[in-house]
């Protein structure tokens, strides 16, 4: 069954380091998210993704974020400075075009900052 | 704005006995509503969604739920629950911007325990 899939599984950096987070979507699908959980708090909606180009973000998602599809198959977050508030899980999800916002997410990664 | 609501933030059920999990949201058009559960590590996988048309959705695992329009509620139930089910449910909303896709706008869970 295919799935969502993302890299690295844990990531730890230093508040104010660069850091690059890495989803594979479904292959057929053509929307892509990224969400967040800071831990004991609700998932987030950051940004939602389509035709190359962002169709939605929240408020979270300021200057500092920014995503891409740097090819055919990756969608990647990518945090310019972190700060210790950017740790939390981040999620990402992709939908095709007939199961309307059925999202499949990928297993998350964990971002500490320290 | 758009919000949804879990009540409950922890429950803990028997083995064998029956579950009912509560969801309340507020949106002002027709709801795209799913369940979600994220077991410990894991990420979400989706339990059932409700689009239109009968308002109780059969999903995996032998999970239900049940929209209710005029309670604004969408409660996920199983008759009997297993020990495997022990995880957090998430129940969401998704926004409907004239059939485009929108995000997901989850309520802040409850974590179900199973005892023996």
């Known amino acids: 069954e295919p799935e969502v899939t993302q890299t690295p599984s844990h990531q730890v950096t230093q508040m104010g380091q660069e850091v690059i987070l890495r989803c594979v979507p479904i292959?057929?699908?053509?929307?892509f998210y990224w969400y967040r959980q800071i831990l004991g708090q609700k998932v987030e909606f950051l940004v939602s993704?389509?035709?190359?180009?962002?169709?939605?973000k929240s408020e979270i998602f300021d200057d500092q974020f920014s995503v891409e599809r740097p090819d055919g198959s990756n969608f990647t977050l990518k945090i310019r400075s972190t700060k210790l508030e950017d740790s939390a899980m981040y999620f990402c999800?992709?939908?095709?075009?007939?199961?309307?916002?059925?999202?499949?997410f990928g297993p998350g990664t964990r971002l500490t900052v320290l | 704005a758009q919000s949804v609501t879990q009540p409950d933030i922890h429950i803990t059920v028997s083995e064998g006995a029956s579950l009912e999990l509560r969801c309340n949201y507020s949106?002002?058009?027709?709801?795209?509503l799913f369940w979600y559960v994220q077991s410990p590590g894991q990420g979400l996988q989706l339990l059932l969604k409700?689009?239109?048309?009968?308002?109780l959705v059969q999903g995996i695992k032998g999970f239900e739920a049940e929209f209710k329009r005029s309670q604004s509620s969408f409660n996920l139930r199983k008759p009997s629950v297993h020990w495997s089910d022990a995880a957090e449910y998430f129940c969401?909303?998704?926004?409907?911007?004239?059939?485009?896709?929108?995000?997901?706008?989850f309520g802040k869970g409850t974590k179900l325990s199973v005892k023996p």
């Open positions: 999800a992709s939908s095709g075009v007939l199961e309307y916002n059925e999202q499949f």
């Open positions: 292959s057929n699908h053509l929307y």
């Open positions: 993704f389509y035709n190359n180009e962002i169709s939605e």
């Open positions: 949106y002002g058009a027709t709801p795209y």
């Open positions: 409700y689009f239109s048309g009968d308002t």
């Open positions: 969401a909303v998704g926004l409907n911007y004239g059939g485009s896709q929108g995000n997901l706008i």
